[in-house]
């Protein structure tokens, strides 16, 4: 499995993007507020909630981009005391468990979404909630896909990954 | 029990901490047989917490912060103005977080925005690094007890609806909060300069013409807590807005008028940060599923039940209030912890003749340690996060502030006058 | 069988002592086979997060607002029509006749209601008068999010409020960002936004009510004669925390008065002008709700110009 093919670049290169598109409209939708309020004392009742909405994407889009590289908080300083010949086994063994978690959780998530547009909940202002709770799934199914990826990356390769995502900016 | 020895056995192995506080929820609801899409419904609930907003919005403002040299700029204008005093940087980071994390709530907010600035700061400033990471995890709940904190509000607005015999006004309660706060900035200043007199970090004379130029240089820096505070109490933007209004006022400074930041630069700070952010959001969405099983199976209700056995005496009840709170404190989030425990205490506290205002600032600086007592205490996994450092090394690098926080809360708690005395002056 | 019922409303308060009460008296007249677990203090989140939660079975009930069970029940929302009463009383005799109306028709579709507590009316509150609807356009005023009355009124004078999210109101308030609201006396009082506001204009603009729903399927596992019991001992708390409730909002009005609040008294000429907002906003809300023929004309018997529904 080749990380680095043109495939997985234009995968990465669209996530970059989307928290990049979602974290600049939170911006400018909260300072559109202010200026609105204070200028033409206008309030725009739906950005509020939208922007509450954008603070979950903006979350579990940048959650999924922080699995690229094995990026999330966990304990690891008891893996020292371990035997190094283990450790490749200990990492997959760990990764394999994170993938069922997380499809486990797309799974009821996806149920979410699907109750949700057929009983029509609105979030607000005319949008539909199961639009908004989609990412839900979506991301914890792209999360274990990122760390079905890393299951064949070894050790070496994925502390070069990540050098090489820092050497990008 | 075997659910949780495989859990544990699945932290040491370095398993990713969401996963097993998700984990550790679907057990539990699987086990209570309720459906677990329940978990999706939890971490949905994270779209309607507007306190929330605030992280990725400051998270950005300091990373934006950080690629400038306002780092830089921030030692010398300390050194020049308080560079005569011990621990000048470390006092004055202590008040930027209380302040930061009154406006935030101690939602972490704190530790990654400001985190940003501080530490590279107290870093060239010469503060050994385990002091540098203790002071800036431990003051990232530091401000609880400060207006505006959302937190006072809502303990106000509970022990209001329980018929008390004394009122608990909100106003009130701003005003109890802050000699205490104060007390807990006090301790911690004393410690720190203590510790930069012992690490011999070198103080300098004071100048008129460096302090002037420190501070020509930091023009652009010093109006932003100014126009923070100053838009909120001019009645210009809301304190949930103050975060907008921190971005918007930094890209100025930093992309338009100082370009010390380039606006190529700005898609890979806006990623870096909200890799960050989303590191962080993933674990509290989780862990609302994860307390929401706790409030589900009445958990924090029964082990204060079995605490509530062994109260005697007022003082005993003061003391297993305090373990009580800080377990608590580590297990659940502020507001959780307000809304379940507050009905369930006050009343015996009021019974021991604890004035209400009294308990609610008992309560809230309980809490506020709670947010770094390891081993599971929030904010110490964020600050490992944030800067890249193994868990036990924040453990030793807190437990002297915790220490010295706890201090202050046994003051708080066995001396009330400190609490209720300038509501006297009103 | 245990019944887990979420809530907004605080431990300690009237009402949450009131279903404790009755809870207890369920639980000995049937014998331990019914049972209650509350969830009070908005632990389980707000009305949404409640209503999806009974949906997969992890609450059977939950205390909420009428306007959450809009999306099954839009009857529901006509309690909250503007000016429909003009006073408690007033409130009280129609909803002699169109709460059991009201409760058939939310069983019909899938919840079992024991009957409505009254919240009172809201009222508009702010720093300076507001005599007429020229004085509403100058202020700067905040609405509750998801508010259709709040929204659809300021839509009519051609104004829009201020979004804020409820932890802000208190500050906003007391920093000017904000200086109208609408609310009703006892949540003034409750949230403290009441010593911010120093006029209220007396022209009470709609009514609150919330009500205990249990989902019809988990009622329904009730053996018969139980179920007959809880809905008797829970009817009853209702009835008492109706009543008690009208109580509090006459005092609440009262500690605002003695507080030096005061209520503004519109010309007739001005109740004129405000009472085509309500016909806008009523028409509006024909438009969104399916309104039951039966249901809206009961309750708008004292409210001679309803309207019409086609
Ligand atoms: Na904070
Ligand atoms: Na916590």
């Given at each position: 499995?080749?990380?680095?093919?043109?495939?997985?670049?234009?995968?990465?290169?669209?996530?970059?993007?989307?928290?990049?598109?979602?974290?600049?409209?939170?911006?400018?939708?909260?300072?559109?507020?202010i200026?609105?309020r204070n200028?033409?004392?206008?309030?725009?009742?739906?950005?509020?909630?939208?922007?509450?909405?954008?603070?979950?994407?903006?979350?579990?889009?940048?959650?999924?981009?922080?699995?690229?590289?094995?990026?999330?908080?966990?304990?690891?300083?008891?893996?020292?005391?371990?035997?190094?010949?283990?450790?490749?086994?200990?990492?997959?063994?760990?990764?394999?468990?994170?993938?069922?978690?997380?499809?486990?959780?797309?799974?009821?998530?996806?149920?979410?979404?699907?109750?949700?547009?057929?009983?029509?909940?609105?979030?607000?202002?005319?949008?539909?909630?199961?639009?908004?709770?989609?990412?839900?799934?979506?991301?914890?199914?792209?999360?274990?896909?990122?760390?079905?990826?890393?299951?064949?990356?070894?050790?070496?390769?994925?502390?070069?990954?990540?050098?090489?995502?820092?050497?990008?900016? | 029990?075997?659910?949780?020895?495989?859990?544990?056995?699945?932290?040491?192995?370095?398993?990713?901490?969401?996963?097993?506080?998700?984990?550790?929820?679907?057990?539990?609801?699987?086990?209570?047989?309720?459906?677990?899409?329940?978990?999706?419904?939890?971490?949905?609930?994270?779209?309607?917490?507007?306190?929330?907003?605030?992280?990725?919005?400051?998270?950005?403002?300091?990373?934006?912060?950080?690629?400038?040299?306002?780092?830089?700029?921030?030692?010398?204008?300390?050194?020049?103005?308080?560079?005569?005093?011990?621990?000048?940087?470390?006092?004055?980071?202590?008040?930027?977080?209380?302040?930061?994390?009154?406006?935030?709530?101690?939602?972490?907010?704190?530790?990654?925005?400001?985190?940003?600035?501080?530490?590279?700061?107290?870093?060239?400033?010469?503060?050994?690094?385990?002091?540098?990471?203790?002071?800036?995890?431990?003051?990232?709940?530091?401000?609880?007890?400060?207006?505006?904190?959302?937190?006072?509000?809502?303990?106000?607005?509970?022990?209001?609806?329980?018929?008390?015999?004394?009122?608990?006004?909100?106003?009130?309660?701003?005003?109890?909060?802050?000699?205490?706060?104060?007390?807990?900035?006090?301790?911690?200043?004393?410690?720190?300069?203590?510790?930069?007199?012992?690490?011999?970090?070198?103080?300098?004379?004071?100048?008129?013409?460096?302090?002037?130029?420190?501070?020509?240089?930091?023009?652009?820096?010093?109006?932003?807590?100014?126009l923070?505070?100053g838009g909120i109490y001019g009645g210009y933007f809301a304190?949930?807005e103050?975060?907008?209004v921190?971005?918007?006022?930094?890209?100025?400074?930093?992309?338009?008028?100082?370009?010390?930041?380039?606006?190529?630069?700005?898609?890979?700070?806006?990623?870096?940060?909200?890799?960050?952010?989303?590191?962080?959001?993933?674990?509290?969405?989780?862990?609302?599923?994860?307390?929401?099983?706790?409030?589900?199976?009445?958990?924090?209700?029964?082990?204060?039940?079995?605490?509530?056995?062994?109260?005697?005496?007022?003082?005993?009840?003061?003391?297993?209030?305090?373990?009580?709170?800080?377990?608590?404190?580590?297990?659940?989030?502020?507001?959780?912890?307000?809304?379940?425990?507050?009905?369930?205490?006050?009343?015996?506290?009021?019974?021991?003749?604890?004035?209400?205002?009294?308990?609610?600032?008992?309560?809230?600086?309980?809490?506020?340690?709670?947010?770094?007592?390891?081993?599971?205490?929030?904010?110490?996994?964020?600050?490992?996060?944030?800067?890249?450092?193994?868990?036990?090394?924040?453990?030793?690098?807190?437990?002297?502030?915790?220490?010295?926080?706890?201090?202050?809360?046994?003051?708080?708690?066995?001396?009330?006058?400190?609490?209720?005395?300038?509501?006297?002056?009103? | 069988?245990?019944?887990?019922?979420?809530?907004?409303?605080?431990?300690?308060?009237?009402?949450?002592?009131?279903?404790?009460?009755?809870?207890?008296?369920?639980?000995?007249?049937?014998?331990?086979?019914?049972?209650?677990?509350?969830?009070?203090?908005?632990?389980?989140?707000?009305?949404?997060?409640?209503?999806?939660?009974?949906?997969?079975?992890?609450?059977?009930?939950?205390?909420?607002?009428?306007?959450?069970?809009?999306?099954?029940?839009?009857?529901?929302?006509?309690?909250?029509?503007?000016?429909?009463?003009?006073?408690?009383?007033?409130?009280?005799?129609?909803?002699?006749?169109?709460?059991?109306?009201?409760?058939?028709?939310?069983?019909?579709?899938?919840?079992?209601?024991?009957?409505?507590?009254?919240?009172?009316?809201?009222?508009?509150?702010?720093?300076?008068?507001?005599?007429?609807?020229?004085?509403?356009?100058?202020?700067?005023?905040?609405?509750?999010?998801?508010?259709?009355?709040?929204?659809?009124?300021?839509?009519?004078?051609?104004?829009?409020?201020?979004?804020?999210?409820?932890?802000?109101?208190?500050?906003?308030?007391?920093t000017g960002l904000?200086?109208?609201?609408?609310?009703?006396?006892?949540?003034?009082?409750?949230?403290?936004?009441?010593?911010?506001?120093?006029?209220?204009?007396?022209?009470?603009?709609?009514?609150?009510?919330?009500?205990?729903?249990?989902?019809?399927?988990?009622?329904?596992?009730?053996?018969?004669?139980?179920?007959?019991?809880?809905?008797?001992?829970?009817?009853?708390?209702?009835?008492?925390?109706?009543?008690?409730?009208?109580?509090?909002?006459?005092?609440?009005?009262?500690?605002?008065?003695?507080?030096?609040?005061?209520?503004?008294?519109?010309?007739?000429?001005?109740?004129?002008?405000?009472?085509?907002?309500?016909?806008?906003?009523?028409?509006?809300?024909?438009?969104?709700?399916?309104?039951?023929?039966?249901?809206?004309?009961?309750?708008?018997?004292?409210?001679?110009?309803?309207?019409?529904?086609?």
């Amino acid at each position: 499995m080749n990380i680095n093919n043109k495939f997985i670049k234009s995968i990465n290169f669209l996530e970059d993007s989307l928290l990049v598109v979602i974290l600049s409209s939170m911006i400018l939708l909260a300072i559109y507020q202010i200026i609105s309020r204070n200028l033409f004392s206008e309030g725009i009742v739906w950005i509020d909630p939208l922007l509450r909405t954008l603070v979950l994407w903006v979350g579990l889009s940048g959650a999924v981009v922080a699995t690229r590289t094995d990026k999330h908080i966990k304990i690891d300083v008891f893996l020292k005391y371990l035997p190094d010949k283990l450790l490749p086994y200990i990492r997959r063994g760990v990764y394999l468990f994170t993938i069922l978690i997380c499809l486990l959780i797309s799974w009821h998530a996806t149920r979410f979404v699907i109750s949700e547009y057929e009983y029509g909940t609105v979030a607000f202002s005319g949008i539909p909630a199961w639009l908004t709770a989609i990412i839900i799934p979506v991301s914890f199914c792209l999360i274990a896909a990122r760390y079905g990826l890393l299951l064949f990356v070894s050790q070496a390769r994925l502390t070069m990954l990540d050098v090489d995502e820092q050497v990008e900016k | 029990m075997f659910g949780a020895i495989a859990l544990t056995a699945l932290v040491i192995l370095g398993a990713p901490l969401f996963a097993i506080i998700a984990t550790s929820a679907l057990i539990g609801f699987h086990g209570e047989e309720i459906d677990l899409s329940v978990i999706a419904i939890e971490i949905y609930r994270i779209a309607d917490t507007p306190v929330l907003l605030a992280i990725p919005l400051f998270t950005f403002a300091g990373y934006v912060l950080g690629e400038s040299n306002a780092s830089k700029r921030l030692v010398r204008v300390t050194n020049a103005m308080l560079g005569w005093m011990p621990g000048g940087l470390a006092v004055v980071s202590l008040f930027a977080c209380a302040f930061f994390t009154a406006l935030t709530g101690a939602s972490g907010a704190t530790i990654i925005a400001l985190g940003a600035i501080l530490y590279p700061a107290m870093k060239q400033a010469g503060y050994a690094e385990r002091f540098n990471l203790g002071l800036i995890t431990s003051s990232g709940s530091l401000g609880l007890l400060f207006p505006p904190s959302i937190a006072l509000i809502l303990y106000g607005v509970i022990a209001q609806q329980m018929d008390l015999d004394q009122p608990v006004a909100i106003d009130d309660l701003f005003v109890a909060g802050l000699l205490p706060g104060l007390l807990m900035l006090a301790l911690l200043i004393a410690w720190s300069m203590y510790k930069s007199v012992g690490d011999r970090i070198p103080t300098t004379k004071f100048e008129l013409r460096e302090l002037l130029g420190a501070l020509r240089e930091s023009i652009w820096e010093i109006p932003l807590p100014i126009l923070l505070v100053g838009g909120i109490y001019g009645g210009y933007f809301a304190v949930s807005e103050a975060a907008a209004v921190a971005v918007f006022y930094v890209l100025v400074v930093d992309v338009l008028i100082l370009r010390e930041v380039s606006f190529k630069q700005l898609p890979i700070i806006m990623r870096e940060s909200m890799v960050l952010v989303g590191g962080v959001l993933i674990i509290l969405s989780v862990s609302l599923a994860s307390t929401n099983y706790l409030i589900d199976a009445e958990i924090p209700t029964k082990l204060f039940e079995f605490i509530r056995e062994h109260i005697d005496s007022k003082l005993t009840f003061l003391m297993l209030l305090n373990i009580f709170l800080l377990l608590l404190g580590m297990m659940l989030d502020v507001f959780s912890a307000l809304v379940i425990i507050v009905p369930l205490t006050l009343p015996i506290a009021v019974g021991y003749g604890i004035h209400p205002i009294h308990f609610g600032i008992i309560f809230l600086a309980n809490m506020q340690i709670g947010y770094f007592t390891p081993p599971v205490g929030m904010n110490l996994f964020i600050a490992s996060y944030r800067f890249n450092k193994p868990i036990t090394e924040l453990y030793h690098a807190t437990i002297p502030f915790m220490l010295i926080l706890f201090v202050a809360v046994l003051i708080i708690t066995y001396w009330p006058a400190l609490t209720m005395t300038l509501l006297d002056f009103e | 069988r245990t019944i887990k019922i979420a809530t907004l409303s605080p431990e300690g308060t009237f009402w949450m002592k009131q279903m404790r009460a009755g809870a207890r008296k369920i639980e000995k007249q049937t014998q331990g086979r019914v049972k209650f677990k509350f969830y009070p203090g908005g632990v389980m989140g707000n009305d949404e997060s409640v209503l999806r939660k009974i949906r997969i079975g992890q609450l059977h009930g939950g205390a909420i607002t009428l306007g959450t069970l809009s999306q099954s029940s839009p009857n529901v929302t006509l309690y909250g029509l503007p000016y429909l009463f003009s006073n408690l009383d007033d409130a009280a005799e129609v909803r002699k006749t169109t709460d059991p109306m009201l409760m058939q028709d939310i069983e019909k579709n899938g919840f079992v209601s024991f009957g409505f507590a009254q919240g009172g009316f809201t009222y508009l509150m702010s720093k300076e008068p507001v005599r007429n609807l020229n004085d509403l356009r100058q202020r700067k005023s905040w609405i509750p999010e998801k508010s259709d009355i709040g929204l659809l009124v300021y839509e009519y004078i051609g104004v829009s409020p201020i979004a804020l999210p409820l932890s802000d109101v208190l500050t906003g308030l007391q920093t000017g960002l904000i200086n109208t609201i609408i609310t009703s006396p006892i949540g003034a009082l409750a949230l403290q936004w009441h010593t911010h506001v120093r006029y209220v204009t007396d022209q009470p603009l709609n009514y609150l009510t919330a009500m205990l729903v249990i989902d019809k399927k988990i009622f329904k596992k009730i053996d018969k004669p139980d179920r007959k019991i809880v809905r008797e001992v829970m009817g009853d708390v209702y009835k008492k925390i109706d009543k008690q409730n009208k109580i509090d909002n006459i005092a609440a009005r009262k500690a605002l008065i003695n507080q030096g609040v005061k209520f503004i008294k519109l010309s007739d000429a001005e109740k004129t002008e405000w009472e085509k907002i309500d016909d806008y906003v009523i028409k509006k809300l024909i438009k969104k709700y399916d309104y039951d023929k039966d249901i809206y004309t009961a309750v708008t018997v004292h409210k001679a110009d309803a309207p019409k529904l086609n």
